[in-house]
């Protein structure tokens, strides 16, 4: 039930083109649902989350995609670029009472010049 | 600037050593984490701790111990019970509260080899 599933483990996007990863819940609980961006040797960094009050949001290139009844939420990239190249991690959280970060298993993206 | 401080960025562990990883911030948030990341793998939780002085163990904590004496710091020690400590340790920090910001921030990382 804590369990957050990522696919795919890898994806290799030419550029231009648009880089889909999704990621599916159990827990109904769940209230806050970010993606990450990793480069190598680097921690983590937010890139964009949503709540699930909303069916999609948008910043730049990035999109969440939400489906609450599917229990399901992905990230597309638009016109990928070669500096997207990187590690996504989807996660989710439960933001009150018992609070933990579950994160996804990570995508590691190339995009190709 | 606020921000999460992992130290240091390599460290190297003779086989039955224990070894300490340090994470410290000036974010003011209640809540701090340790995750392990092995290559190509995802993040997977360690310890975490709500608040002060109280801490539960994530999903693979066998071998490692923290302590929480300030709201500042979560160290991490690597025992020798951890029979296979190589990795990449991950420290983050976030503010609970279903209205306020819940990024989880981290910090650089330290990575740990065995020799």
């Known amino acids: 039930q804590q369990q957050v599933k990522q696919s795919p483990q890898s994806l290799i996007v030419q550029k231009g083109g648009i880089s889909i990863i999704n990621c599916a819940y159990e827990?109904?609980?769940?209230?806050?649902f970010p993606w990450y961006q990793q480069f190598p040797g680097k921690g983590p960094a937010l890139l964009i989350a949503?709540?699930?009050?909303?069916s999609e949001k948008k910043e730049g290139r990035f999109t969440i995609s939400f489906n609450k009844s599917a229990k399901q939420f992905s990230l597309h990239i638009m016109d990928s670029q070669p500096g997207d190249s990187a590690t996504y991690f989807c996660?989710?959280?439960?933001?009150?009472?018992?609070?933990?970060?579950?994160f996804g298993t990570g995508t590691r993206l190339k995009v190709l010049a | 600037d606020g921000g999460i401080t992992q130290s240091p960025k390599y460290l190297f562990r003779k086989e039955g050593q224990n070894v300490t990883l340090s994470c410290e911030q000036n974010?003011?948030?209640?809540?701090m984490y340790w995750y392990r990341q092995d290559p190509g793998q995802g993040l997977r939780l360690i310890y975490y701790?709500?608040?002060?002085?109280?801490?539960q163990k994530g999903d693979i904590a066998e071998g490692y111990s923290v302590s929480r004496e300030k709201k500042e710091s979560f160290p991490l020690t690597v025992t020798s019970a951890q029979k296979n400590p190589t990795a990449f340790y991950l420290c983050?920090?976030?503010?609970?509260?279903?209205?306020?910001?819940?990024?989880?921030?981290f910090g650089q990382g330290t990575r740990l080899t065995v020799v």
């Open positions: 996660a989710a959280s439960v933001t009150s009472g018992t609070y933990k970060y579950i």
């Open positions: 701790s709500q608040i002060v002085n109280d801490f």
């Open positions: 983050a920090s976030t503010f609970p509260g279903a209205d306020l910001n819940t990024e989880a921030f």
């Open positions: 827990n109904t609980a769940f209230d806050y």
């Open positions: 974010l003011n948030h209640d809540a």
């Open positions: 949503i709540r699930p009050d909303v």
